[in-house]
């Protein structure tokens, strides 16, 4: 359904902005980019020259310039609500970055407030609208639901979230996992048991309160060249699994196709063969891009690439292929649906919502318990007033 183009603002253009949420607002037919905003002056100017739209290192010229509609917020975690809380008092529609506080309360916030506002929220649990995850909530729930899901992520944070505190992937990553077990069992969380080897080696038991479980493994300490998502589902008689977005492999539904593979995300500025070759090939062409990607870092920073003939071409290939951004995660999709919303129309979208932001935080100080008491935790889903 088309509408008239959403006045649209992007706040904070880290790497992750640029590699998803910039192109991706640029291209929507939805959206109408007018602002860009950075503290980083050169950045967010070269950024709206690029995409040509104004720039700015200030949110306030965002915030009050009438003709935004919807701000788009991916900046560092400690700062996200209160410009969560300013956009809303602004009347602005808000598409935000998880996990959207330090806090519980902090979520339950801004869901009071953008009920009081009347605008909408939508969180980047953007997971729920990945292709893959799409299909196999579709074939799971025709077979009576899940009742046993296994939800696996592991990847080298040891290496690129190196400045952050040991141990903060659990809240930091594995929020996407807590939302996922909410959405596929379509069911809050009951209880929690959690345990850890060492900081941001975790493992999880959840008993959902509709009787489903749920397991829960999470690493930071793996590297570039390992899967990093994987999803094992059983329903009543059936059951899929999905392998980094891009592979899904389906059993016991009767004239379902057994194997289906999903395109890679696409880029403007990126080469389209990653997208294609993850259609045709689905986890083994996306694992070939994985080895690649990590043995030429290890050549590089070996000192192997000095002396070769394509060495600039190949420090181009590192500098541009991240192998976790090539998955079609439901980033474009997310985006599309929040505009949709905001403009009033429908979507056939499951879009993340503060209140789904509120609710894995819970479950994430519910585990962070667990793991300090060796306990299982008894998870109240009660707002506190």
Not at 219 to 225: E, I, L, N, R
Not at 232 to 237: F, I, K, P
């Amino acid at each position: 359904m088309t509408h008239t183009p959403i006045g649209t603002a992007l706040i904070g253009c880290g790497n992750f902005a640029r590699w998803q949420h910039l192109p991706n607002l640029a291209r929507l037919p939805g959206a109408q980019l007018l602002w860009l905003c950075d503290h980083n002056h050169d950045l967010v100017a070269m950024l709206g020259d690029q995409y040509d739209c104004q720039s700015t290192t200030d949110a306030k010229d965002v915030l009050t310039d009438p003709r935004v509609e919807a701000v788009v917020i991916a900046v560092r975690d400690d700062q996200q609500a209160e410009l969560c809380l300013a956009a809303l008092a602004q009347r602005k529609h808000v598409y935000v970055e998880k996990p959207v506080g330090n806090s519980p309360q902090q979520a339950l916030s801004i869901a009071k407030s953008a009920t009081h506002s009347g605008r909408q929220v939508a969180v980047g649990f953007q997971k729920r609208c990945a292709p893959a995850y799409v299909k196999a909530k579709q074939l799971l729930d025709a077979d009576g639901g899940v009742r046993n899901l296994s939800l696996r992520m592991v990847d080298d944070a040891w290496r690129w979230a190196s400045g952050y505190p040991k141990g903060a992937l659990l809240a930091l990553d594995c929020c996407h996992l807590f939302d996922l077990a909410r959405f596929f069992c379509d069911s809050e969380v009951a209880e929690i048991t959690a345990r850890r080897s060492r900081p941001d080696d975790d493992a999880m038991l959840l008993q959902m309160e509709n009787g489903a479980i749920v397991s829960i493994t999470l690493s930071g300490h793996g590297t570039m060249d390992m899967p990093k998502e994987r999803l094992d589902a059983v329903s009543m008689r059936g059951g899929v699994c999905v392998e980094d977005f891009c592979e899904l492999r389906a059993y016991g539904y009767p004239e379902i196709e057994p194997i289906q593979r999903f395109a890679g995300a696409s880029h403007p500025d990126y080469p389209l063969l990653p997208r294609y070759l993850l259609a045709e090939q689905g986890a083994s062409g996306l694992a070939s891009i994985r080895r690649i990607a990590w043995q030429l870092r290890q050549d590089q920073a070996a000192g192997k690439l000095n002396e070769r003939y394509d060495a600039a071409e190949i420090e181009s290939f590192i500098t541009h292929t991240i192998p976790n951004f090539l998955r079609d995660q439901g980033w474009l999709s997310a985006m599309e649906g929040f505009l949709q919303a905001c403009a009033g129309a429908s979507t056939n979208l499951n879009i993340a919502r503060a209140e789904d932001a509120w609710a894995a935080q819970i479950i994430t100080e519910a585990a962070l318990r667990s793991q300090c008491d060796q306990s299982t935790i008894i998870i109240d889903h009660k707002p506190s007033q």
